[in-house]
Each structure stands twice: as structure tokens, then as C-alpha cells.
């Protein structure tokens, strides 16, 4: 299994290759984009200017996530990796809106594009660059659990619709000319941008969503709580119970609490050797998981006893089944 640092390593790597990605692609786009006068390959520039900007504070995140707690993050830094996300979704919002404001002046005044052929030659390029980027993304985003990453690589598989929406648009214009000089489709480059910037805000909708609902503290998807409580029950019947089960999130760190009853008579060694077995447990399907377990007695002489005030419940017998 991979260590911590091993696994911060990966991800600072990853930030650091969409950085620089975005980086060259923003100089080559906004170049072309002024040269041949094209509000849609200039919108593609601030396009992944924002995605730049998303990869610094994801190399940011992800350098923070990974430091260990202290006095004063006692839970650690997960967090700064959803703040990152939500940073990132609003910052998409915005690029989406400068967008829209200048394809409509563009609309309203629309100008000649110069060899729109250079566009459609920068946005294969960006295609080509940001398909690559966003699966290593993608790849060690899920591996690693990283919101960052994740949030970073959906960034750029935008920017890869989008440029090919462009790209579409550019070619439309080009081959237009050759066949129909008279006919003016410069109307199709600032909607275009539109059509970009509509892409954006819906990515950025859905992007808000995943990345803000650890910060207000949800509880873990049912599959991995269903999970949870699988690995707590393959230790009945010396667990006589289980209540008050507890998850939330922070960045890749899971946060796990539950009270379990067990035979009164238990001593405190063999019940703090029960919990760190059931820690182990969680820990094997979800490591780095903060588990906190409350352990305590039932006085039932069996645990199918009607009577007992601490038996299992009919969704941890089911889970029990399920798990033996």
C-alpha cells in the first residue's frame, strides 16, 4: 500500500504538470487569439488563464492537505483541498461571465477574422495537450482521493469541449470563406464563445456541488457507510451492538465515530484490543480514516436475548449476513 508521502508526492507532481500545461497554453492561445482577432480563442485564453489559476491553488491544496496535524488543525488540513474546489467552481463562474459580455459585444459589432486557420491549429493543440493532462488528473485525483486534483482535471476536460466547439466555429468560418466568400459568418465565432461559456457554468454548477458538501460536514456516501458498518459487524457477536455511527469528510481524510456494546464483563485491555481490531478493519478499506469508537457494556447473557436493551439492529444483522 502506498505511504502518505509517497502519495503527496504523486499529487504535487500531478498539480505541477497542469501548471505548466496551462501556463504554455494561455500564451499560445491569447498570442493567436490577438493576432487573428477571434473574441472565442481569446475567451479560450482567459479560459485556461482561470485554469491556471485553478492548478496553482490545487498544487497549493494538495502541498497543505498533506501536512500532518498540529496544535492548532488537530483533524489535520484536509479541508484546504474542498476550499480549493469551491475557489475553483467560483472562479469558472466568472471566467463564464467575462465571456458572455464580450461575445455579445462582438455580436453587436462583429469584426473580419484574420487566417482563422492559426485558430483552428491552437485549439487542436490545447485539445491534444488538455486530453493528456486532465486523465493523469483524473487518474491520481481517484487514487489518492484528491478534491483538488479532481476539481482540476473537470477544468480541463471543460477546456477540452470547449476548444473543440471553438475549433468548430473557426473551421465553419474558414471553409465558409473558401466556398461562400459573400456569405458572412463571422456571427459563428462570438457564438461560439457563448456556447463555451454555457459549457462552463454548467461544469462549474456541478463542481460548487462536490466540492462544497464536505465543507458543511455531510455524511459519507451509503455505499461507503454501508461498508463502514460491514467492517464494524464482522466482530459480532462479541459486538452486542452498534449505535450512533457518525462520517464526514475532509479532503481524502474519512472521519468515522460510533458507540458499540459489548459483554459488560469484558475487561478494559481485551475491549481496547477490540476497538483496534475494528480500527484496523475500517482503516484496510479507507486508510488514513480518523476512527473513533465509545465502548459500552451490555449485561444480556446472549445476544439474541428479546429482553436486551443492546441488541443488533435488523440493518447490522443484514450487514453481518452480507459480510460472512
Not at 61 to 86: L, Y
Not at 194 to 208: D, G, K, N, P
Request: net charge negative; hydrophobic share 50%; proline share 3%.
Amino acid at each position: 500500500m502506498e505511504n502518505s508521502e509517497a502519495r503527496d508526492k504523486r499529487k504535487s507532481n500531478a498539480a505541477l504538470l497542469s501548471v505548466f500545461s496551462n501556463s504554455s497554453l494561455v500564451a499560445l492561445k491569447l498570442v493567436v487569439g490577438v493576432m487573428i482577432g477571434s473574441i472565442s480563442v481569446i475567451s479560450e485564453a482567459i479560459h485556461s488563464g482561470m485554469d491556471l489559476l485553478a492548478a496553482v491553488i490545487a498544487l497549493f491544496a494538495v502541498r497543505t492537505s498533506g501536512k500532518p496535524a498540529d496544535e492548532d488543525h488537530p483533524f489535520g488540513h484536509g479541508k484546504v483541498e474542498n476550499i480549493s474546489g469551491t475557489v475553483e467552481a467560483m472562479l469558472i463562474f466568472l471566467a463564464a461571465a467575462w465571456i458572455i459580455f464580450e461575445a455579445i459585444k462582438k455580436l453587436r459589432n462583429p469584426e473580419q477574422l484574420e487566417e482563422p486557420m492559426w485558430g483552428v491549429a491552437v485549439m487542436l493543440i490545447s485539445v491534444a495537450a488538455n486530453i493528456f493532462v486532465s486523465m493523469r488528473l483524473f487518474k491520481v485525483g481517484e487514487e489518492t482521493d484528491s478534491m483538488a486534483l479532481k476539481a482540476d482535471a473537470w477544468h480541463l476536460r471543460t477546456d477540452v469541449y470547449t476548444s473543440l466547439g471553438v475549433m468548430v466555429g473557426l473551421a465553419i468560418i474558414l471553409v465558409g470563406g473558401l466556398i461562400a466568400p459573400d456569405v458572412n459568418l463571422q456571427w459563428v465565432d462570438p457564438l461560439a464563445a457563448i456556447a463555451v461559456a454555457l459549457l462552463i457554468i454548467r461544469t462549474a454548477y456541478h463542481l460548487t456541488v462536490e466540492a462544497s458538501r464536505d465543507l458543511v460536514d455531510i455524511r459519507l456516501p451509503d455505499d461507503e457507510v454501508e461498508e463502514i458498518r460491514k467492517d464494524i459487524m464482522v466482530f459480532a457477536p462479541t459486538i452486542r451492538g452498534i449505535h450512533k455511527l457518525r462520517t464526514r469528510k475532509a479532503g481524502a481524510s474519512r472521519f468515522v465515530e460510533f458507540h458499540i456494546k459489548v459483554d459488560a464483563s469484558m475487561s478494559v485491555d481485551e475491549s481496547h484490543r477490540l476497538a483496534d481490531m475494528i480500527t484496523c478493519s475500517i482503516k484496510h478499506h479507507y486508510p488514513g480514516s480518523m476512527v473513533t469508537i465509545h465502548i459500552e457494556p451490555c449485561n444480556c447473557a446472549i445476544v439474541n436475548e428479546r429482553s436486551c436493551g443492546c441488541l443488533l439492529s435488523d440493518e447490522d444483522k443484514r450487514a453481518l449476513i452480507t459480510k460472512s
